[in-house]
């Protein structure tokens, strides 16, 4: 039964970032990993994230594929790598093999299967390139111009009230706003 509750805990539930260190990942510095975000726990050797990178909750990170298991009886593995300064959005994917370059966002529900060089944005399912990251941030730059910006005591660290959430809805007339 001890056994049975070990497995589940390391299958089910995100295997603490300490222990996925001890077992060979290696993590840069300012690492920001939300909540739910799985990073392959049978290869965490193969895994080398670099500094300030953020993966947004529910991430997935693999060094292993086991579609070849009953078929040739191997598991095909690949290194992953993730360069610096690296935002990934909630819901990805990240397969074995793939390297993502330094400067790089992948928008939400994106499966990267391929290689992302520096300096880039890309999205979807197989995540392809849609702008680079200077032109993504310029957009979001003008973007703001327009929109009503609040600051940190409009977030849930900071207990925003009713009051504050009414009119965020109300500033936020076009669907957008930025919080700090």
Not at 40 to 64: F, Y
Not at 106 to 112: H, L, M, P, R, Y
Not at 124 to 143: D, M, S, Y
Request: glycine share 8%; hydrophobic share 35%; charged share 20%.
């Amino acid at each position: 039964m001890k056994l049975l509750r070990r497995f589940y805990r390391e299958v089910y539930i995100m295997i603490p970032l300490n222990r996925l260190i001890r077992r060979g990942l290696v993590v840069g510095e300012n690492f920001n990993m939300q909540k739910e975000v799985i990073i392959d726990p049978s290869h965490a050797w193969h895994i080398e994230i670099g500094s300030n990178v953020t993966l947004s909750p529910r991430v997935h990170i693999l060094a292993h594929d086991a579609s070849t298991k009953s078929h040739l009886n191997y598991t095909r593995v690949g290194k992953v790598k993730i360069g610096d300064q690296v935002f990934v959005g909630a819901g990805s994917i990240i397969l074995p093999g793939v390297t993502i370059g330094d400067n790089v966002i992948i928008g939400a529900g994106s499966v990267v299967s391929q290689d992302i060089s520096d300096g880039q944005v890309a999205t979807g399912n197989p995540a392809k390139i849609v702008c680079t990251t200077k032109e993504f941030l310029q957009r979001k730059t003008r973007e703001m111009e327009t929109s009503p910006r609040f600051n940190e005591q409009y977030t849930i660290e900071k207990n925003i009230n009713n009051d504050m959430k009414c009119k965020m809805n109300t500033d936020m007339k076009h669907n957008i706003g930025y919080v700090i």
